[in-house]
Structure formats: structure tokens, C-alpha cells
């Protein structure tokens, strides 16, 4: 049981390249959320996701695209890089409506 | 949403209790206190949870005032181990966007 699985670890871009995050749960969660959290920051809710094939905005959505085709699968997308988007991202999901969130290890994203 | 807040920081003797205070005075009835940490360059983790009564775990302990406008987290014995990022949370009772704050940096020293 691995629990909450993001991918990649870590990632280099340049400004204007795109890249997607991969978050994979394996506990048939409903709920998934990204969040970055920049240094010495607390975390910041990117986007959201209640169920299979539903999106919804968090409090800094602008720069980020998400799908959720697949239950286990919540995935974050940066279309065209910027340094501002320098920072480590969360991935987190939940079974239901009580909030016992369990994070991903973080992915963390340089934008040069 | 019911806001909350903390402390910055906090240190604490190890072997000591660690009692991390929380405000949330716009707390509504049916919202719960939710209580995470952050162990440096970590995901989060969950601690514990309690809506008026006092909770206790394996890890902690909650209290919760009677007019639920604030909350304490206790660490009974801190050690090192538990030098991290605590995160007082109030999720809205309908919706589910959940927000962090900047949370309590706990410095265990020995």
C-alpha cells in the first residue's frame, strides 16, 4: 500500500515549458487536492478535485490545469513555465467528507 | 471560512509538554479543528481532530475550549523528533476547499 505516489521528485524547466504532475492514490479516495508551498511558506491550495472527472479552483488556480480522468489519478499541469512557479508541490487526497488528508512526499519544481 | 491563528514560533525543552495554541473565534457549530505537521521538506501529516470535546491519540492530545473559539494541541513528552510545522486547520462544515495557514514552527531543544 504506498498511499499517496507523486511524480516526478524533482524537475527542472525553462521558462515556457510545460510539463505535467502526476499524483496516484491507492486507497480509492474521492477527494484530491494540489498545493505548492514555497520556502519558509505555509501551503497554498492550487486546485481541488471531489470525485472522478471533477475539477475545481483553490485559492492560487492561475498558471495550473488539472484532470481527474481516473479515480486514482489527479494530475496538475503548468502550460507554459514561469520562475514564479518555482516551489515544492503537494499532492494530498481524502476518503470522504471528514478531513484526514494523506500527502504525497512532495515534487519539487525549479523554473529557470 | 472560519480563520485561524497562531503563533509564529515556539520552542520547547525536550521531555516537556509542548502546548501549541490556536484561535479560531468564527468557528461555527458544526465545524471541526483539524490539527497537521509538517516535519521539514515532508508531506504533511495528520494529528488529530475534535469538534467540542477533548480528544486524545496516540500522538497527542486536543483540548477545545467550551465556546470552541480557540484550541491547544498538546505533545505530552516532546522530543527532537517533533521539532516541525503545526498547522491549525477549520475546514467549512459545506464545501471542500481546505486552506493552511502558515501554521507554528515547534522547536524541540535539548
Known amino acids: 500500500n504506498a498511499g499517496v505516489t507523486q511524480t516526478p521528485k524533482f524537475r527542472v524547466l525553462k521558462t515556457g515549458q510545460s510539463m505535467t504532475l502526476l499524483c496516484a492514490q491507492d486507497?480509492?479516495?474521492?477527494?484530491m487536492y494540489w498545493y505548492r508551498q514555497d520556502p519558509g511558506m505555509g501551503l497554498r491550495l492550487i486546485h481541488y478535485s471531489v470525485g472522478e472527472g471533477t475539477t475545481a479552483k483553490g485559492e492560487v488556480p492561475d498558471g495550473y490545469n488539472v484532470s481527474r480522468l481516473k479515480k486514482q489519478n489527479f494530475l496538475l499541469g503548468l502550460e507554459s513555465a514561469a520562475p514564479s512557479q518555482t516551489s515544492v508541490y503537494f499532492c494530498?487526497?481524502?476518503?470522504?467528507?471528514?478531513?484526514?488528508?494523506?500527502f504525497g512526499a512532495g515534487s519539487r519544481l525549479t523554473v529557470l | 471560512d472560519a480563520k485561524t491563528t497562531q503563533p509564529t514560533s515556539m520552542d520547547c525543552a525536550e521531555g516537556r509538554a509542548a502546548n501549541l495554541p490556536c484561535n479560531h473565534s468564527t468557528i461555527s457549530g458544526n465545524e471541526y479543528v483539524y490539527w497537521y505537521r509538517q516535519i521539514h521538506s515532508q508531506g504533511p501529516q495528520y494529528i488529530i481532530h475534535?469538534?467540542?470535546n477533548n480528544e486524545t491519540n496516540e500522538m497527542a492530545s486536543l483540548i477545545i475550549t467550551e465556546d470552541r473559539k480557540s484550541s491547544t494541541l498538546i505533545l505530552p513528552h516532546a522530543t527532537l523528533r517533533d521539532t516541525a510545522v503545526y498547522y491549525c486547520i477549520v475546514p467549512p462544515e459545506y464545501g471542500n476547499k481546505l486552506v493552511f495557514g502558515a501554521g507554528t514552527i515547534l522547536r524541540v531543544k535539548s
Open positions: 475534535g469538534l467540542k
Open positions: 494530498a487526497s481524502k476518503r470522504d467528507r471528514a478531513n484526514v488528508l494523506t
Open positions: 486507497m480509492n479516495h474521492e477527494y
